[in-house]
């Protein structure tokens, strides 16, 4: 056994070598299938609810929140 492979085995036992870092998880990850209501219109409701310039108040009186 040679000095060189005995290093190598220390090296090795005890991670001294730099690891290569992973890639950033945003542009390694594979965009997964949209779930949910909004997956589920058509491209015509989407693009109505999308459009939307109506009232954005939902619900009675009483859920309003009140301007302090």
């Known amino acids: ?32 299938p949209m779930v949910g209501l909004f997956s589920k219109l058509t491209s015509e409701q989407k693009a109505f609810v999308l459009n939307y310039k109506g009232s954005e108040n939902i619900g009675g009186s009483e859920f309003k929140l009140k301007a302090e």
Do not use: S
């Open 1 to 32: 056994m040679t000095l060189a492979n005995a290093y190598d085995g220390f090296k090795r036992m005890f991670h001294l070598e730099a690891k290569q870092p992973p890639a950033p998880e945003p542009l390694t990850r594979k965009p997964l």
